[in-house]
């Protein structure tokens, strides 16, 4: 892993997968380290994130690390035409390690095939969010006690969800069943399906979660994702398609844990929060951990 770009969720084996979790696991136990100190990373926010980033630079700040960038494009050169290349070029210069979030898929592969230090892509655009889902790994190895055999359930926007196509192609190394739930608008893209069936992993998709939620181990929420619309009419069609609520929980299984990679907007209930499966907020926090494990393991510097 060390000096490794981390893209796509297909650029970690599963063992290496694995080490980030167990490495995450010790920082959970102890964050405050001061294992970056003198090591400089830049994050690039050209897209608004309020758990991404700062929890990457929680994680920084915790391990001893300095933190430049910006976390509004317009605060940038960019809004007087200077290109991503340029952007790039300057920044490797200044930091050792690149985190990147950006609109258009591929800008983290672009962003790491001109840096001459690792990068990290933060989500881009549609396509993937692979710390996300490397914290989402983490949530579900740590509620369930396994990775491996769970009934997934996904639901929402599984189109435009980055979150999601990134945990697919993770989870697909641990015999999962997926159970896909959308509108038709909305559905898995048949990329991902494809991959599923090339990895004999089973897959259903359904238009409604009730009552079969109660065979689910992982419900996956997710965010209709109204940035990607290019015609509101349609977002408006679809955005409040599911909305979990607390009484819908009522013949789910004892282990059953709600993750979401948030922000929600309509998709759960805020009655669904006291419910102690309701995981969510507790996800987003391990997301500190697990980008401290990453940052460290990139760097060459476990602890
Ligand atoms: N989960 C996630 O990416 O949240 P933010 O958009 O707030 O970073």
């Known amino acids: 892993m060390q000096n490794k770009s981390l893209v796509s969720i297909t650029d970690y084996s599963k063992a290496e997968y ?4 167990d490495l995450a ?6 964050p405050n380290q001061e294992i970056l100190k003198g090591k400089l990373v830049a994050t690039l926010f050209f897209e608004p994130s309020t758990r991404t980033r700062l929890s ?8 001893g690390g300095r933190v430049i960038g910006f976390a509004d494009v317009n605060s940038s050169s960019v809004t007087k035409g200077e290109s991503l290349k340029d952007t790039i070029k300057m920044v490797t210069s200044y930091a050792d390690l690149i985190v990147i979030r950006h609109p258009t898929e591929g800008a983290a592969r672009y962003a790491s095939e001109i840096a001459t230090v690792p990068v990290i892509n933060a989500g881009d655009g549609a396509n993937q969010h692979p710390t996300q889902t490397l914290l989402d790994l983490y949530s579900i190895q740590k509620t369930q006690k396994t990775l491996e055999n769970l009934n997934m359930f996904m639901i929402g926007d599984l189109k435009y969800g980055r979150t999601v196509h990134s945990l697919l192609m993770a989870m697909s190394y641990f015999n999962p069943t997926f159970y ?10 048949r990329e991902y399906l494809i991959y599923l069936n090339q990895q004999k992993i089973k897959y259903y998709e359904y238009k409604e979660f009730m009552p079969i939620i109660s065979e689910a181990d992982i419900v996956y929420m997710t965010r209709v994702q109204k940035e990607r ?9 679809t955005k409040n398609a599911y909305v979990l609520r607390n009484s819908m929980l009522e013949h789910t299984r004892a282990n059953m844990k709600i993750l979401h990679p948030l922000p929600r907007v309509n998709e ?11 995981y969510y907020f507790t996800q987003a926090l391990n997301g500190v951990f697990v980008r401290q494990a990453i940052i460290s393991s990139i760097l060459g510097l476990n602890s």
């Open 18 to 21: 694995l080490k980030i979790l």
């Open 25 to 30: 696991a010790e920082f959970e136990k102890n």
């Open 56 to 63: 990457f630079e929680t994680a920084i700040n915790r391990l």
């Open 180 to 189: 896909f739930i959308s509108p038709d608008e909305l559905k898995m893209p």
């Open 229 to 237: 619309f290019s015609d509101p009419i349609e977002y408006e069609k």
């Open 268 to 278: 759960i209930s805020l009655d669904v929060d006291e419910n102690p499966k309701a």
